[in-house]
Nanobody
Framework: QVQLVESGGTLVQAGGSLRLSCGAS????????MGWFRQAPGKSREFVAA????????DYTDSVKGRFTISRDNAQNTVYLQMNSLNPEDTGVYYC???????????????WGQGTQVTVSS
């Protein structure tokens, strides 16, 4: 089992940057592909980014390509999401999640953190 805890969410002005972190417990972190999802008010949860077990392959939803970077440190059991050029449409609760699959589908992610709020003001 993997327990995930996100941090780093806060209020930021449009055009600013944030780095989210997600720490994992357990010794199997490197066995999982990791993803970030977000949920805006009144909307369903959506895929943001994912990274392979070794960190060599990444995947991004189109709206964040070129602005967000996902990375991981398996020695520290941590996955990151660097977010640049933020805009109000990036506002939402950001969740990290772990999956044994190559997937963007949230139901294929087995473990989830509690989420961290990101608010981008215009």
């Amino acid at each position: 089992q993997v327990q995930l805890v996100e941090s780093g969410g806060t209020l930021v002005q449009a055009g600013g940057s944030l780095r989210l972190s997600c720490g994992a417990s357990g010794r199997t972190f490197s066995s999982y592909r990791m993803g970030w999802f977000r949920q805006a008010p009144g909307k369903s949860r959506e895929f943001v980014a994912a990274i392979s077990r070794g960190g060599t392959n990444t995947d991004y939803t189109d709206s964040v390509k070129g602005r967000f970077t996902i990375s991981r440190d398996n020695a520290q059991n941590t996955v990151y999401l660097q977010m640049n050029s933020l805009n109000p449409e990036d506002t939402g609760v950001y969740y990290c999640a772990a999956t044994p699959y190559v997937s963007r589908r949230d139901h294929e992610y087995a473990y989830w953190g509690q989420g961290t709020q990101v608010t981008v003001s215009s």
